[in-house]
């Protein structure tokens, strides 16, 4: 009795790890290589195409970290209460203009500056003011609440490397150090295409046998999340002769052309053989689930990433397969998602030889650990399934057998849309 197949990609081919795929997208995409210099108010989300070197100390003097007095620690008498004059006032962005004297005491307050001869703060709860005069407590360590110049970033260091895309942290360390601009690789643009003759844009009516096009939303914002500027190129029919010439008009003007659906071995599916036509395919079959059908290629300098015409696939692989292509096109260091150790709140069992991604929400677990609890429905047109989750269990090739409690990889959408 004949076997029947339930894998609509079977074709003989094993299909590619989710490994050698990284490897392979790691060989065979480069960044762009126009660099400019932006505002440092405009450096948000961009990729530093530079190292960027402190030209001075962070910060750039020894300075108070409370309002206290200052003291030469010498000064104090054991560890008893030592009482001294008061020289001086300092406060933030007003230096004392001169060394401190033995024997005497500079009020003084949070971020100013310590006078040449200081190393050490008296916290004002710590002392009494006498007329002209303050008493100390004893006991206090000699360098109490004082920063020191370069303890932040030293002079000559680099305060912020290459192929970093740029926080709100990482702007406020380049104005730390006094960039005013910085020098970061152009905003990849892509070109974007839903295909299938079914597919109809929200806001008109809807014939039977069609759907609302929701793929090229989440994947605009997807992108424009990553910094990428969208050109959303429509609809495209399930016609060879109309989406071959419209991929290679694309590739001639951006730096990425992403496409949902056409991507299986239907005679309907003509999104492969066009790319394979005009440029190059390097993998369009991966060992995931969901998100299988999904390719790298090239038409002209233009990378092509084909994603399935599932909503649920088209963010899975997206998050999986599309999003490390786009780092390493606009130049960023690799930037694995993060993911954190939870309890199954479930059995699965999965094929052995490939990942699976499934979409869960997470609960406080008994023992601190969280645990997850898997979205009720599995259809990869469930996109429901993606509001109401928090992320995605990750599941390696080699597992097979799982039961709950067993401790597993959790990804939460925070990690992988970013």
């Given amino acids: 009795m004949t076997q029947l197949s339930d894998d609509c990609f079977a074709t003989g081919e094993a299909p590619m790890t989710v490994a050698e795929a990284a490897r392979l997208i790691a060989a065979r995409i480069e960044p762009v290589s126009d660099i400019e210099a932006v505002p440092l108010a405009a450096a948000f989300g961009r990729v530093l195409a530079a190292d960027l070197p402190a030209p001075h100390a962070v910060p750039p003097h020894d300075s108070s970290a409370v309002d206290g007095y200052a003291i030469r620690h010498a000064d104090l008498v054991g560890e008893g209460e030592t009482r001294l004059a008061v020289g001086g006032r300092v406060a933030a962005g007003h230096p004392l203009g001169r060394a401190q004297r033995p024997g005497e005491a500079i009020r003084i307050f949070t971020g100013a500056m310590l006078p040449v001869g200081v190393d050490t703060v008296m916290m004002q709860e710590d002392c009494i003011v006498d007329g002209d005069h303050v008493r100390l407590a004893g006991g206090i360590r000699p360098g109490a609440n004082r920063r020191l110049a370069g303890e932040d970033v030293p002079a000559g260091a680099v305060a912020l490397r290459a192929g970093r895309r740029l926080r709100p942290q990482d702007v406020g360390m380049a104005a730390a150090v006094g960039a005013d601009r910085l020098d970061v690789r152009r905003r990849l643009s892509a070109a974007l295409f839903s295909t299938g003759d079914e597919i109809r844009p929200p806001g008109g009516p809807l014939p ?179 509001v109401e989750s928090d992320g995605l269990v990750a599941l390696d090739e080699d597992a097979t057998e799982l039961v709950a409690g067993t401790l597993v990889d959790f990804l939460p959408f925070s990690e992988l849309m970013r």
């Fill in 208 to 386: 039977p046998g069609a759907v609302y096009d929701s793929n090229r939303y989440i994947l605009a914002a997807l992108l424009a999340g990553m910094g990428v500027v969208v050109d959303d190129l429509g609809i495209l029919p399930d016609r060879l002769d109309a989406i071959a010439p419209a991929l290679a008009g694309a590739a001639g003007a951006h730096d990425l052309i992403v496409t949902s659906g056409g991507m299986s071995v239907g005679e309907e599916d003509h999104v492969r053989a066009a790319v394979a036509a005009a440029g190059r395919l390097d993998f369009w079959r991966l060992a995931i689930r969901p998100g299988r059908p999904v390719a790298l290629g090239r038409i002209g300098e233009a990378i092509f990433v084909g994603l399935p015409g599932n909503p649920v696939s088209v963010m899975v692989a997206f998050m999986a397969v599309a999003r490390p292509i786009l780092l390493a096109r606009m130049g960023a260091a690799p930037e694995p998602p993060r993911a954190f150790p939870v309890r199954l709140g479930f059995d699965w069992r999965k094929k052995a030889g490939r990942r699976e991604y499934l979409r869960a929400r997470l609960e406080d677990g008994p023992d601190g650990l969280p645990l997850v609890r898997k979205f009720p429905r599995d259809g990869v047109g469930i996109l429901s399934s993606m």
